[in-house]
């Protein structure tokens, strides 16, 4: 497995052009490879196990979808709307979110390696009992973000409103959160050791274990 968190610019490879492919349904265990995903279902899609490898997602197909072990492997989602998906126990490898909507997405008990996140809506998004590694989140809307109860090996959020986060009961092996609004953060005190902050970024880490910041000429 490669070490670097794709970038936004990377091409998929592949041998052939990729097959668009407009879906209305799903079957449990479907596996679509080099294609592009498009698509307005009447409904939103339902389907256990389905796959995608080496290809695109455009549009509103995976709008409110229900998709259970949903595994998407060297894919780009580019303007994709998966707001209020849900993708429990889904396994994201080696693929980016370009300016994606993806307001309220549950991927909880999911595994994401290789991820990259870049200027995506991703408010209230359910990420709890979830792993991730090498997964980087840039100028993205992270307000409320719950990451409870999830394995943290190597995480950046860079330039992020992540206002509201939970990381109760996250295993936090490097998490950096340089440049990103983190206030009202909650999060245990044995985790802030493993944190990665700037400077700016110091009152609101001591304000989310209790501590008052304030300057020595104010009166308490």
């Known amino acids: ?43 939103p899609l ?12 455009r549009g509103s197909v995976l709008l ?8 998407s492997i060297d894919c780009d989602f580019v303007q994709a709307d998966c707001s ?36 995506c809506k991703m408010p209230d998004v359910f990420m709890q009992e979830s792993t991730l590694d090498r997964v980087w989140f840039e100028s993205c809307d992270l307000q409320n973000l719950d990451l409870s109860a999830s394995a943290l090996e190597r995480v950046t959020i860079r330039d992020c409103d992540a206002r509201g986060m939970r990381l109760l009961g996250a295993r936090i092996n490097a ?11 909650v999060i245990d005190p044995a985790s802030v050791r493993h944190l990665i902050i700037d400077p700016m970024q110091a009152p609101a880490i001591a304000e989310s274990l209790g501590v008052r910041v304030i ?4 009166d308490i």
């Not at 300057?215 to 104010?218: F, S, T, V």
């Open 64 to 71: 409110a979808s229900k998709l259970p072990q949903f595994k």
């Open 175 to 185: 998490l950096d959160l340089r440049g990103s609004r983190i206030d009202q953060l």
């Open 84 to 119: 209020n998906a849900a993708w429990v126990d889904v396994r994201l490898v080696r693929c980016v979110f370009d300016s994606c909507k993806c307001t309220g997405l549950d991927t909880r008990g999911g595994t994401l390696r290789d991820i990259r996140f870049s200027e």
């Open 215 to 218: 300057d020595q000429h104010e």
């Open 1 to 43: 497995m490669s070490s670097r968190i794709p970038d936004r610019s990377d091409e998929i490879e592949c041998h052939e052009p990729l097959e668009p492919i407009v879906i209305s349904s799903l079957e449990d265990q479907v596996a679509h490879f080099e294609a592009v995903i498009t698509g307005e279902s009447d409904s």
């Open 46 to 57: 339902e389907a256990r196990g389905y796959t995608l490898s080496i290809g695109r997602v």
